[in-house]
């Protein structure tokens, strides 16, 4: 399963603006609550956290340099 | 939809006057739907209105003559925009374009003018708001102009890689950034973060991988960091 942004529903206004914004349609308001309905699709563009006036969502990112990557898919 | 009296009370430029100076203002309000993607206002053409943000997210940004675009702000509901070219006569100093389906509101340079005669409580409001834009865009002059955040990003990315054990998705123990907390770290805005990574990106130094920075190039990296050989 894909990474996906982090969502605080408590903070959560239902303002509908990362659902506006989002390119691939992995938003959705459900109960005046958003939640991620399809992970796959997300790109991780991170403008659903540009535009939340709330702090509700988080897009962090892991920084990892290319060895870690290697190493991991010989093993 | 008509202009709604209990919107204009929630609009920061209209605070503090009665239900009846807002009545009067309310005739010079004009609607306006745009459509996601669509432009609002072109830089360079003349200014002909000031907005406000009913609902949506507006970006206001300027592009360079090779593509590169620079965002000055993000707007909310509330927030203004195309003021400073209405009220000094020249054209709009920056594009906008909805970010979403946005709902505007809207005053002609002229009824604006009037208003401000007419009603000085407003005039008191847009000098703080025009104030708190000139502050914000001398903090933006300064990220772009005096400090080097590209090179105190790459400093960051190298101190917060990890590059021992397995990339697995439930791995707590991995350092995760956002991008407001690398610009908190670098004392940028978020806004200069991402045209950073970018430039980073460009440099050949890193690559963006969906959630992850993959440093691909650790010592030109470094070299953009000022950081010396084997001190990371």
Redesign the interface.
């Known amino acids: 399963m894909l990474v996906k942004p982090i969502l605080d529903e408590a903070l959560c206004n239902g303002c509908g603006l990362c659902v506006d914004v989002c390119r691939c349609g992995a938003l959705v308001i459900v109960k005046n609550i958003i939640k991620i309905i399809d992970v796959n699709d997300c790109g991780y563009c991170t403008e659903c956290e540009l535009v939340c006036p709330t702090g509700a969502i988080q897009c962090p990112f892991e920084i990892v340099v290319e060895e870690s990557i290697e190493i991991t898919f010989e093993e | 939809m008509a202009v709604e009296i209990e919107v204009l009370k929630s609009i920061p430029y209209f605070l503090g006057l009665s239900t009846a100076e807002l009545e009067a203002v309310k005739k010079h309000v004009f609607e306006q739907m745009v459509e996601?993607n669509d432009m609002i206002i072109m830089e360079g053409d003349p200014a002909n209105a000031v907005y406000f943000v009913v609902s949506?997210?507006v970006k206001v940004f300027k592009t360079s003559v090779e593509g590169k675009e620079q965002i000055l702000c993000?707007l909310?509901?509330g927030e203004s925009f195309n003021d400073i070219a209405v009220f000094d006569g020249g054209p709009n100093p920056a594009s906008a374009i909805a970010?979403?389906?946005v709902l505007l509101y809207g005053i002609n340079k002229s009824s604006m003018e009037a208003i401000l005669r007419e009603y000085p409580n407003l005039a008191a409001n847009v000098i703080r708001i025009l104030s708190k834009k000139v502050r914000h865009f001398v903090s933006l002059v300064e990220d772009l102009s005096f400090r080097r955040v590209t090179d105190r990003l790459a400093k960051l990315?190298l101190e917060?890689?990890?590059?021992?054990?397995?990339?697995g998705?439930q791995d707590t123990a991995?350092?995760?950034?956002?991008?407001?907390?690398m610009a908190a770290v670098v004392g940028t805005a978020?806004e200069v973060v991402?045209r950073s990574l970018k430039a980073l990106e460009e440099e050949g130094a890193i690559?963006m991988d969906?959630?992850?920075?993959?440093?691909?190039n650790?010592k030109r990296l470094k070299q953009i960091s000022g950081v010396g050989a084997g001190a990371v």
């Not at chain 2, 969906?210 to 691909?216: D, E, L, N, Q």
């Open positions: 996601k949506g997210a993000i909310k509901p970010m979403t389906p990315l917060y890689a990890t590059d021992h054990g397995p990339i998705e991995r350092p995760r950034l956002t991008q407001q907390e978020r991402g690559r969906r959630h992850r920075i993959v440093i691909v650790k």
